[in-house]
Antibody, heavy 119, light 107 residues
Framework: QMQLQESGPGLVKPSETLSLTCSVFGGSVSSSSDYWGWLRQPPGKGLEWIATIYFSGSTFYNSSLKSRVTISVDTSKNQFSLNVASVTAADTAVYYC???????????WGQGTLVTVSS | DIQMTQSPSSLSASIGDRVTITCRASQSIGIYLNWYQQKPGKSPKLLIYGASSLQSGVPSRFSGSGSGTDFTLTISSLQPEDFATYYCQQSSVMSVTFGPGTEVHIK
């Protein structure tokens, strides 16, 4: 049973960089059939896709966030990560990592981690 | 980007009711449409992928249909554990987008 676990600071100051890591258990980020993604959900609002990565390093970004976002993968640690630069209060959200499997859907999600942007 | 809309935005229903939620894409997405259920404080759960394929472990009262731009999620007989928010999501391109969600409340 695959499990994903987000980790990172719960509080980030405005203008700083938000950094999160997703650890994958019971599966491999090097799987040829899977992609790995980050999504977020502001309090009381809907879901927003942020970015997706393949183990080879191919990346895909939400065009509205692309200038501030970097997704990366570390196959040696079986992890993938997200950086969001120059954060503002609008970046306050629950951040989820998830697996996009061969059925082209996010079928396995982490529990989510709340990141608050505040001074 | 492909825009997704859902209707209704919320609905009230009773146990045993048949519930239908619709989702529309701003352009044709084939059958690259997924449905998720989210309960308060929990991660989204995949229900349906490829417009009509039931994810493993999901009860058969959930079904999906449609292709192109118009899609439907149906719950054939609403159960207490089905009260939640439902999101559609297009995956026809890597830049995926979600609908705004439909809240299903108890009548």
């Amino acid at each position: 049973q695959m499990q994903l676990q987000e980790s990172g600071p719960g509080l980030v100051k405005p203008s700083e960089t938000l950094s999160l890591t997703c650890s994958v258990f019971g599966g491999s980020v090097s799987s040829s059939s899977d992609y790995w993604g980050w999504l977020r959900q502001p309090p009381g609002k809907g879901l927003e896709w942020i970015a997706t990565i393949y183990f080879s390093g191919s990346t895909f970004y939400n065009s509205s966030l692309k200038s501030r976002v970097t997704i990366s993968v570390d196959t040696s640690k079986n992890q993938f990560s997200l950086n969001v630069a120059s954060v503002t209060a609008a970046d306050t959200a629950v951040y989820y990592c998830a697996r996009r499997s061969s059925n082209v859907a996010f079928d396995n999600w982490g529990q989510g981690t709340l990141v608050t942007v505040s001074s | 980007d492909i825009q997704m809309t859902q209707s209704p935005s919320s609905l009230s229903a009773s146990i045993g009711d048949r519930v239908t939620i619709t989702c529309r894409a701003s352009q044709s997405i084939g059958i690259y449409l997924n449905w998720y259920q989210q309960k308060p404080g929990k991660s989204p759960k995949l229900l349906i992928y490829g417009a009509s394929s039931l994810q493993s472990g999901v009860p058969s009262r959930f079904s999906g249909s449609g292709s192109g731009t118009d899609f439907t999620l149906t719950i054939s007989s609403l159960q207490p554990e089905d009260f939640a928010t439902y999101y559609c999501q297009q995956s026809s391109v890597m830049s995926v987008t979600f609908g705004p969600g439909t809240e299903v409340h108890i009548k």
